[in-house]
C-alpha cells in the first residue's frame, strides 16, 4: 500500500482509476464514485478523495500494477471510518484480506486510532465475512442500507 498525497498525478495513475471505478465496483459506493469515465473525472475523484481522507493505493507486489485503493477518513482523534475497494479482477483471490491486514497493522503501528469503522452495504455479504473474519464486531445501525463494522485497535 503506498499513500498517495495531494498534488499532480501521472496519467497512469488517474488511468488506473477509470478502469477499477467500473459500475460493479462502486455500485454499493457513494455517488461520487460513480461515472468516473475520464481523466478530468479521475483527477476530480482524487482530489476529493485526498482532501477528505487519506487516500492509499493498493499495488499488486509482482507488477506494480494499482489493482485498488484504501481510504482512511479520520473522524476524530480515536475514531477512523474505512473504506476500501478492488478492481474486479482482484475479486476473491485474497487481497482484499491481505490490504486489510495490512492497514490494520499500519494503523496500529502509527498508534493515534483507537477505533476503526467500516461501513458496507446489507448485500455486500464477502465483506461483510471478511470483515468479521479479521475481528471487526457488526455494531448497531440506524441505515438498513448499510451496516457498521468496528474494530479495536485498544482498549484505552
Known amino acids: 500500500m503506498v499513500e498517495v498525497f495531494s498534488g499532480t498525478l501521472e496519467t497512469e495513475t488517474l488511468v488506473s482509476i477509470t478502469e477499477l471505478?467500473?459500475?460493479?465496483?462502486?455500485?454499493?459506493?457513494?455517488?461520487?464514485?460513480?461515472?468516473i469515465n475520464s481523466l478530468s473525472d479521475a483527477q476530480d475523484w482524487y482530489k476529493k478523495m485526498v482532501s477528505e481522507s487519506r487516500l492509499f493505493m493498493v499495488k499488486h507486489?509482482?507488477?506494480?500494477?494499482?489493482?485498488g485503493f484504501v481510504f482512511v477518513f479520520v473522524g476524530n482523534d480515536a475514531d477512523a471510518h474505512i473504506g476500501y475497494l478492488l478492481g474486479e479482477s482482484y475479486w476473491c483471490k485474497g487481497y482484499a484480506t491481505e490490504l486489510l491486514k495490512g492497514l490494520i497493522d499500519f494503523i496500529k503501528h502509527e498508534n493515534k486510532i483507537k477505533r476503526l469503522i467500516?461501513?458496507?452495504?446489507?448485500?455486500?455479504?464477502v465483506s461483510s465475512k471478511l470483515l468479521h473474519k479479521l475481528g471487526f464486531v457488526k455494531s448497531a445501525s440506524e441505515n438498513d442500507e448499510t451496516d457498521f463494522y468496528e474494530y479495536q485497535l485498544s482498549q484505552t
Not at 507486489?61 to 489493482?67: A, D, L, P
Open 21 to 35: 471505478l467500473t459500475t460493479k465496483v462502486v455500485e454499493s459506493l457513494p455517488p461520487y464514485f460513480r461515472n
Open 61 to 67: 507486489t509482482g507488477t506494480n500494477t494499482t489493482i
Open 118 to 125: 467500516a461501513g458496507v452495504a446489507t448485500n455486500n455479504i
